[in-house]
């Protein structure tokens, strides 16, 4: 039986913008998503100077319908995402979801690995639970690489992209980093700078990508 996704996918076509569908983002066009182009990753505001040009990374919009579900507004519930939920792509749990945790799903089916990052809060909503890792729960090739990062950057804490999926075998060159944002969302200081970071530790700009909440 076909399922709830590619039901809607046979009704409502992707919209794919002209050229090839690049490399890092065809796990994303197989459950949707529309492609966005190549974006400047830079900060609105900073308050030191930058150490390179912001590098331009593959933004992507998923098909998500926001959810008009109770809304608690409340960290242990749903840290205070609001209206900013989505209904599950795939139509399973949870039924409740959100942007990191869609991207992390699908990333599963691609990656031995893949979680939200949640470097805000040790906070994990019940229902979110199994797609979330806090920051003391990193694999030790990622806390290795962020450890890195910190040497080259001014932030301390925060900045690593929202969603990170990697496999066993050579984590560091299997690595996806998606970074997750509402359509009115600004990158911060810290998130550009820990790409640019990440860029001189040997990750490659196209192992990053954005998601585009359109709501």
Known sequence: MMSRLRRWLRRNPPRIVAGNT???LKWATEYGAELLGRNPFAAVKRKHRRHAAPHKVEHFKLPFRQWGGRIKRSMKEDLRKGRGQVYPL???KPIRSCNEIEVAKILRHFRDHAFWVSTFSSVKPEI??????????????LKNL???IRE???SPAGGLPDVVAWNDDHPSHSALFVECKGSKEDFGEAQEDWLWAALCEGIKVSQFAVSVRAF
């Open 146 to 148: 962020d450890s890195a």
């Open 152 to 154: 080259r950057i001014n």
């Open 22 to 24: 690049p490399m890092n």
């Open 90 to 92: 795939d139509g399973r």
């Open 128 to 141: 979110w639970r199994p797609w979330m890792l806090s920051i003391s729960e990193l694999p030790n090739w």
